[in-house]
């Protein structure tokens, strides 16, 4: 019997996973409608002073269908390139809802077409200030300020402090001020993300900060609090209350407003929070192997790194469910074994099972080739951030489960000759 916890299924049921598998193929992404809409209710409740602004992070999942979602809420969103405002546009979202944060910035037809339209664009470099307040002198404006300190689940979630290139350094403020009052800008919001999965206290620490900046540029109006929430995926993860650093920070507020008489605005960027849980990654296990009575057991799946880079890239780890393809859905703990689960790639680093570059085996149920592998929390820098294509393998399918129980396609699988479409082969060759 194993000593480590089996994971179980965060939304769907052991008979869903093979209706999907057997209706759509593997791998294939699955959306929960009512997670999705359960997490957009809980962020747009959080405690505030003087109103809350939701932007969706765009970049943790930008389906056309999971952006109608959130729009038809009345969420707002936030870029992190022109191209995803322009997916949202494309989904019907209205320019004058999203904000752009983004580390490339070029004052192209593309762009400023966004602008004219109403998207809010904040810089977060001194030459991006500078670069906005020639195309738009006498307009206004939002920065990305790095406060000098950060915070995130591993290193490279870390988005402040200066080992990070994200944001205005925070003593570069007089620069700032010099470049509003030369092309007669409005400064109005002030944003700062210190880090994907970040410490409430650090987070706390941020606004504070921020309230110290905003006195120095009366017309600030919004403190922009960035994203990183972090979700309690694993059974092993602790419950995070977020209503706890939001009144926390709803009373940093309301003490500024007493002091200045300033009411400033909160606006959040949650992208993790309001989909990973509402994601999961159905494979099959298409091979088993091991390395000897000594070694280690191996199953490998259908998907790997071309859908999921996070434990790769990251090393960190995602729950991981099997499923059998026929019989007895119940899997009994004393019938877990451990695996180690590794990706369809040709490359050593596709693990989904790593922790640190080491292997870190699961407890899964007596897992035979033909059976399934639900990878949960899935739903957020997954399918976006994946290895589209490596090894020529097509772009996974990905399905919405509706609020009903019922199934929709909403991404189809890619065929190999959508795969070369925009390849070109030079005549004579």
């Known amino acids: 019997m194993s000593e480590v916890a089996m994971e179980q299924l965060k939304f769907l049921e052991p008979e869903d996973v093979r209706a999907v598998a057997a209706q759509f193929g593997t791998p294939v992404f699955v959306y929960d409608e009512a997670t999705v809409r359960a997490s957009a209710t809980t962020m747009s409740t959080l405690p505030n002073a003087f109103g809350l602004t939701v932007r969706y992070s765009l970049k943790a999942c930008p389906s ?202 909160t606006e959040v960027e949650p992208g993790t929070y309001l989909t990973a849980l509402a994601g999961s990654l159905v494979t099959k296990v298409i091979d088993k192997t091991d390395t000897g009575a000594n070694g280690n057991s191996f199953l490998k799946i259908n998907s790997g790194l071309t859908e999921i880079a996070r434990p790769s890239y990251y090393g960190v780890q995602h729950p991981i469910v099997s499923v059998p393809a026929t019989g007895d859905v119940e899997r009994p703990a004393d019938d877990a074994e451990e695996f180690n689960v590794v990706g369809h790639c040709c490359i050593a680093g596709d693990i989904l099972t790593a922790k640190q570059e080491q292997l870190a085996p699961v407890a899964l149920g007596r897992t035979e080739i033909g059976d399934y592998v639900v990878v949960e929390r899935a739903g957020s820098y997954c399918s976006s951030m994946s290895m589209k294509n490596f090894n020529s393998y097509p772009e996974a399918a990905e399905v919405l489960r509706r609020a009903d129980g019922s199934f929709d396609l909403i991404r189809a699988r890619q065929s190999i000759e959508q795969v070369i479409v925009n390849e070109r082969i030079p005549e004579g060759l």
Not at 123 to 141: D, F, I, K, M, N
Not at 157 to 182: A, C, R, T
Not at 227 to 234: D, E, H, I, Q, T
């Open 64 to 265: 056309q269908a999971i952006i109608r979602l959130f729009d038809r809420q009345g969420f707002s969103f936030d870029a992190s390139s022109v191209w995803e405002a322009r997916r949202a546009v494309l989904a019907g979202v209205g320019p004058e809802r999203i904000s752009m944060t983004a580390q490339e910035a070029v004052f192209d037809e593309n762009l400023r077409e966004l602008i004219d339209q109403g998207l809010q664009f904040d810089a977060g470099s001194l030459h991006q200030l500078e670069e906005y307040g020639r195309a738009y002198p006498g307009g206004e404006v939002a920065i990305r300020i790095n406060p000098g300190f950060g915070s995130g689940l591993v290193g490279r979630l870390n988005s402040g402090g200066p080992q990070s290139s994200f944001g205005i350094w925070h003593e570069q403020l007089p620069e700032v001020k010099q470049i509003v009052e030369q092309y007669g800008l409005r400064l109005v919001r002030l944003q700062s993300h210190i880090g994907s999965g970040h410490h409430w206290d650090i987070l706390v620490d941020a606004v504070r900060t921020m309230l110290s900046f905003a006195r120095d540029f009366q017309d600030v109006h919004t403190l922009d609090l960035g994203g990183g929430y972090r979700v309690s995926a694993l059974r092993s993860d602790p419950v995070y209350d977020h209503t706890e650093w939001a009144r926390v920070v709803a009373d940093e507020l309301k003490q500024f407003a007493e002091e200045t008489g300033r009411r400033l605005h």
